[in-house]
């Protein structure tokens, strides 16, 4: 028999047809199929949803907050990115 | 080292920035918040208790299937908070450890016993009322996934107080009766309601550092104060008498003054010596052992069907 902890499992709710999956919380459940019907019970009572992902949290990977300034520092000087970097005459009213 | 990383730290809570569970943060900070998040979701699961007790026998079905959503919505909000502690470390089966050893606490409130109907009415609309109180300042506490949470639960727990105060106006509109079973309700839920936001601030040695970690954002005595004022008009509406003779208005503060709270009450249920303290644990340790064997079957089943899922992939 065994006594061990459920995994974790991370979820993810699509709040209606046209937008994306997005994470919502986690919860314990012993496999896949009862880890989306606990999500349907704890993140979806008041129609939240339409569509469920869960993923076992051991499969996620994640960045290092301390690498934070080495992933995403290289974007930060690169304004002309940015529509508003251009300089246009006033009188072009909408591009 | 420590020390550059902890003012880093205090700057980004300054500039009130989420601190996130992968992130750097002081040891007395991470147990603070998980003391703190772990007694809030023991409190929530612990608090299904006195109202499951008048599910069955509650007077029509508008009334039950609202009492059912309501506990169904704790254990939820037991199950968000739970989560936000495990990002902090510990894992949810020493949480219940805790739990039912005694060593972890939760809201003094739930050793209180719900001995009428009117109970289901006080209940959805002072300790709710008083929770909603203490919650809502707690979406912008600074740790993100506990922020996060209450968000969840604040957006659930307004119907929990409005059905309460629902029972309690129609109570109050009723029969003789009627109308002195809620003043009862109201005589015995109101001072341990204000209990709730804990000890007067020069005896709460700890909010002073969890006010600058910005994990609490307003004072109990803050907290308790406006929960007075806002429930005074709502009392007047529904025809009852706060049970305190030192309550009235005070036009130089602009708030009401009330009158002492037995704060050796409070520290007495605190310690396990409430009415139901016995009682409430014993629920949770059964629920717990008496479960055991549903999760372990479920382990069980799971660990069957992956090794056929493996078989299955092996084969092909």
């Known amino acids: 028999m065994s006594t061990k902890e459920w995994p974790l499992w991370e979820v993810f709710i699509r709040a209606k047809q046209g937008l994306n999956h997005k994470h919502v919380g986690s919860l314990h459940a012993a496999d896949l199929q009862m880890a989306i019907e606990n999500a349907r019970d704890v993140y979806t009572r008041r129609m939240e949803g339409v569509s469920i992902w869960v993923v076992e949290s051991k499969y996620v990977h994640a960045s290092e907050p301390s690498e934070q300034e080495a992933l995403f520092e290289p974007a930060n000087d690169k304004i002309y990115r940015h529509p508003t970097f251009y300089n246009l005459p006033e009188e072009l009213n909408h591009m | ?316």
């Not at chain 2, 739990?99 to 016993?113: E, Q, R, V």
């Not at chain 2, 209990?195 to 007067?200: A, D, I, S």
């Not at chain 2, 600058?212 to 803050?222: H, M, T, V």
């Not at chain 2, 806002?230 to 009235?248: C, M, R, S, W, Y």
Request: charged content about 25%.
């Open chain 2, 1 to 316: 080292m420590e020390i550059k990383l902890e003012e880093i730290f205090q700057e980004k809570i300054d500039q009130e920035i989420k601190i996130e569970p992968r992130d750097w943060m002081p040891e007395k900070y991470r147990k603070t918040l998980l003391r703190q998040i772990s007694q809030h979701a023991h409190s929530e699961i612990v608090g299904m208790l006195p109202e499951g007790n008048w599910i069955t026998r509650a007077p029509n079905l508008r009334r039950k299937v609202a009492l059912l959503a309501k506990v169904q919505d704790e254990a939820g909000h037991g199950l968000y908070l739970y989560s936000a502690a495990e990002t902090l470390g510990m894992s949810r089966d020493e949480m219940l450890e805790e739990l039912h050893s005694g060593k972890a606490k939760y809201s003094s409130i739930f050793n209180y016993p719900t001995l009428t109907w009117a109970d289901m009415g006080a209940i959805g609309w002072l300790v709710d009322g008083a929770a909603i109180m203490n919650q809502v300042p707690l979406c912008r506490t600074s740790y993100g996934p506990y922020a996060r949470a209450m968000v969840r639960v604040c957006k659930e727990e307004s119907f929990h107080q409005r059905q309460g105060y629902e029972i309690m106006l129609t109570l109050s509109k009723g029969t003789e009766a009627q109308k002195a079973m809620a003043q009862d309700a109201l005589n015995r839920w109101w001072w341990p309601s204000i209990m709730m936001f804990g000890p007067n601030d020069d005896n709460s040695p700890n909010s002073a550092q969890s006010m600058k970690w910005k994990i609490k954002r307003f004072s109990n005595d803050e907290l308790r104060q406006k929960f007075v004022d806002v429930t005074v008009a709502q009392t007047e509406i529904l025809g009852l008498t706060i049970p305190d003779k030192d309550l009235k208005w005070n036009a130089e503060r602009g708030h009401y003054d009330f009158g002492t709270i037995n704060w050796d009450e409070f520290f007495q249920v605190v310690a396990g010596n409430g009415p139901c303290n016995k009682q409430r644990l014993k629920a949770r340790v059964d629920a717990w052992e008496n479960g055991a064997w549903v999760r372990e079957a479920a382990s069980a089943y799971a660990e069957k069907r992956e090794a056929k899922v493996k078989n299955q992939i092996e084969a092909a």
